[in-house]
């Protein structure tokens, strides 16, 4: 059973336009969100995370939503450059039995064409 | 400050053998825990480790172990290796209690 599900397998975009990238969730148990970044060959990176008392956070170009009576976040990047192509992960984890495992996504792949 | 290491980066091994993969955390990070990154499945979590206890332990078969030093470096154990263990393996590194974890570059496993 996925508790985290990211249905768009790929996105592309173009240079300068918003990227909108989704993430459903089934556990209502989880409290805390998160977005990576991924590069080819590389470990994933940590872009921005929402704690569930909020529904909005900003960080520069990158605005994370939680609309949790939907069990839905999204990722918006704008503008969106070349240099933001790569997988996007959404994780997922709760402090239930004292660990903070999180749970991802598959990811979605976007591309950015100039 | 330096960060998540893996070694070795790339392994190559032949069904039926064990591999032992290693993971050097960020001074001063207590968590490790591991992940499996396998095409169209995302990252699935092996286990989490704690100074040095399993705090916690994915869906995955008794093949996969891991254990913790007291330096908080980790090893991750697969024995009798099959074709679907073939996978960009990942350890993640983490201050105690908190949830962004820092994650390595991987080490790709390639079972024949």
């Known amino acids: 059973d996925q508790q985290v599900k990211q249905n768009s397998p790929s996105l592309s975009v173009q240079e300068g336009r918003i990227s909108i990238l989704n993430c459903d969730y089934t556990?209502?148990?989880?409290?805390?969100f998160l977005w990576y970044k991924k590069y080819p060959a590389e470990g994933p990176t940590f872009l921005i995370s929402?704690?569930?008392?909020?529904d909005k956070n900003e960080d520069g170009r990158f605005t994370v939503f939680l609309n949790k009576s939907a069990k839905h976040l999204s990722l918006h990047i704008v503008p969106s450059q070349p240099g933001d192509s790569a997988v996007y992960f959404c994780?997922?984890?709760?402090?239930?039995?004292?660990?903070?495992?999180?749970?991802f996504g598959k990811g979605t792949k976007l591309s950015v064409i100039p | 400050k330096a960060g998540v290491t893996q070694t070795p980066r790339y392994l190559i091994k032949t069904r039926g053998q064990q591999v032992t993969l290693s993971c050097s955390p960020i001074?001063?990070?207590?968590?490790v825990s591991w992940y499996q990154q396998t095409p169209g499945q995302g990252l699935q979590f092996l286990f989490e480790?704690?100074?040095?206890?399993?705090?916690n332990k994915g869906n995955f078969p008794g093949r996969f172990s891991g254990r913790q030093f007291s330096n908080s470096r980790s090893e991750m154990n697969v024995s009798t290796l099959e074709l679907g263990d073939s996978a960009l393996y990942l350890c993640?590194?983490?201050?105690?209690?908190?949830?962004?974890?820092?994650f390595g570059p991987g080490t790709r496993l390639t079972v024949l």
């Open positions: 480790y704690f100074s040095e206890t399993q705090r």
């Open positions: 556990n209502s148990m989880f409290d805390y």
């Open positions: 993640a590194s983490s201050l105690a209690g908190v949830d962004q974890r820092y």
């Open positions: 001074s001063g990070h207590r968590s």
């Open positions: 929402i704690s569930s008392i909020k």
């Open positions: 994780a997922a984890s709760y402090a239930g039995a004292g660990s903070y495992q999180l749970t």
